[in-house]
Nanobody, 126 residues
């Protein structure tokens, strides 16, 4: 499975961006797709995840109410709509795939994710 993230860029505080993650190769029909991010000097953290079967979503506390994850299974693509962006959202954003079934709270566990994209830079600055 190959994951290709795109859509990052420079945006002013309060602005919006939409990230995309396209999966190719031997894709999976169950499990979940997630977004994680890593800011300079900080550990990688969970942002959002969505279950492929029923669309169940989970969000990190820092992005709840501002970010929305969605999926298009026909296109094997996951999106992250980011609104009301803040400077502290600046990071490299990675998409990841976990083909196994799990309970909702475990969707946030980074070590579960077997497949990772290359990351896309998001910079929020005036």
């Amino acid at each position: 499975v190959q994951l290709q993230a795109s859509g990052g860029g420079l945006v002013q505080p309060g602005g919006s961006l939409r990230l995309s993650c396209a999966a190719s190769g031997r894709t999976f029909s169950s499990g979940q797709m997630g977004w994680f991010r890593q800011a300079p000097g900080k550990e990688r953290e969970f942002v959002a995840a969505i279950r492929r079967t029923d669309g169940l979503t989970r969000y990190g506390d820092a992005v709840k109410g501002r970010f929305t994850i969605s999926r298009d299974n026909a296109k094997n693509t996951v999106y992250l709509q980011m609104n009301s962006l803040k400077p502290e959202d600046t990071a490299v954003y990675y998409c990841a795939g976990d083909p196994s079934r799990t309970i909702p709270r475990s969707m946030e566990i980074m070590s579960r994710y077997e497949y990772w994209g290359q990351g896309t830079q998001v910079t929020v600055s005036s």
